[in-house]
Nanobody, 128 residues
Framework: ERQLVESGGGLVQAGGSLRLSCAAS????????IAWFRQAPGKEREGVSC????????YYIESVKARFTVSSDDTEAMVYLQMDNLQPDDTAIYYC?????????????????????WGRGTPVSVTS
């Protein structure tokens, strides 16, 4: 059974850091792209970062590009999102999601709307 479980969220002051973890059981990393999404209160869900298992390419949205780093440990079946210099606008529930690489070009976040796997999320709250 394929399953994604996020952890590592919490409460942090602006300028602080958190590292989110996504335990990805049942996945062969080479065959999947894994992305981090977030949904802030009253806002639509947005893709934040993505890493492809086949070629290791990574993608970030502009607002986090200089502050967040996505990485994976294939042997441990883990994907991480290191978040530095957090700001109140980063407050959201963060989700990891996986989609087969045959369903996605580059790191197209829209591809995760179909035939994808999702975790239940971990909350991140950043105070000013």
């Amino acid at each position: 059974e394929r399953q994604l479980v996020e952890s590592g969220g919490g409460l942090v002051q602006a300028g602080g850091s958190l590292r989110l973890s996504c335990a990805a059981s049942g996945f062969r990393f080479d065959d999947y792209a894994i992305a981090w999404f977030r949904q802030a209160p009253g806002k639509e869900r947005e893709g934040v970062s993505c890493i492809r298992g086949d070629d290791g390419n990574r993608y970030y949205i502009e607002s986090v590009k200089a502050r967040f780093t996505v990485s994976s440990d294939d042997t441990e079946a883990m994907v991480y999102l290191q978040m530095d210099n957090l700001q109140p606008d980063d407050t959201a529930i963060y989700y990891c999601a996986a989609v087969s690489i045959i369903m996605i070009d580059h790191c197209d976040f829209g591809a995760f709307n179909h035939m994808s796997y999702w975790g239940r999320g971990t909350p991140v709250s950043v105070t000013s």
